[in-house]
């Protein structure tokens, strides 16, 4: 929308983003402003960027900076996780931060809180007269009904929400220890409640709805998934490795 030329970095293999490969992309264009957009979570694999990591590079290179923290879902998890990286406009020179209201919040309608500095904020302001108010949306409007469902969930819940992480960290681990046990390639990152693994076709995907992206599916563990669910996919994903290896053979 911005019209701004965009620098795709390299990830890791778990998602992370490739801190090697970003200083050499900025290096290259020290004469230029940097966005640089973090993940707090990435979509397919849960990975969390180090922000910290981030700055330093830009601070070594003396670039100006803005940096904008991907928090869709992990935004939410972060703050309840023990030792998990600490996202804060007060220690860390962070521009932006936008959290997800449908995700773990549970809002049944797709909506979002986006929060940045005030200063930034300001050179977006525009006075609306007959109205009697300052706006800063793109589109003029927002919806209200995503504000109330934000409210909502947060006011009947916020003194849950740390344990509500507790459980879907406790549950993701579970799954990918049941995966690991039955012998299927699987992967959890550091403070995330997504499980990856080896993708098992066309058939469960369909059935459980598992997000693929080539050879790798995942699930999000949330706040409705129980153990005995988990039980029952596991033991799934057991037939579908037992059937694959016969039918190898």
């Known amino acids: 929308m911005a019209r701004i030329p965009e620098v795709v970095i390299n990830s890791q293999p778990n ?15 020290k004469h230029l402003s940097a ?11 849960g990975a969390v960027d180090n922000h910290v990591q981030v700055i330093d590079i830009l601070e070594k290179l003396k670039m100006r900076f803005h940096i904008h923290c991907d928090g869709a879902l992990g935004g939410m998890l972060l703050p309840f996780i023990d030792n998990a990286p600490k996202i804060s406009f007060k220690d860390y020179p ?32 525009t006075k609306i007269d007959y109205i009697g108010s300052l706006d ?9 009904l995503g504000a109330i469902s ?3 969930g947060i006011a009947s819940r916020g003194e849950q929400f740390a344990e509500e992480v507790s459980a879907c960290l406790q549950n993701a681990k579970y799954l990918y220890d049941g995966l690991r046990q039955i012998g299927i390639n ?35 563990v949330m706040q409705n998934l129980s153990s ?22």
């Open 150 to 152: 934000l409210w909502y």
């Open 228 to 249: 005995s669910h988990l039980d029952t996919f596991i033991e799934e994903m057991k037939i579908w490795q037992e059937t694959s290896k016969n039918n190898a053979g």
């Open 94 to 125: 962070i521009g932006s931060i936008a959290v997800s209201g449908h995700k773990f919040i549970g809002s049944p309608v797709p909506c979002g809180i986006a929060i940045a500095r005030r200063e930034d904020v300001k050179k977006i302001e």
């Open 186 to 220: 699987a992967m959890l990152n550091d403070f995330s409640n997504t499980v990856v693994f080896e993708n098992p076709g066309i058939d469960l995907c369909h059935k459980w709805h598992l997000a693929n992206s080539g050879n790798w599916a995942h699930i999000v």
């Open 136 to 144: 800063t949306t793109i589109l003029g409007s927002r919806t209200g």
């Open 35 to 45: 966005i640089v957009n973090v993940n707090l979570g990435t979509t397919l694999k």
């Open 15 to 29: 998602g992370e983003i490739d801190y090697e490969h970003l200083e050499q992309e900025l290096s290259s264009r």
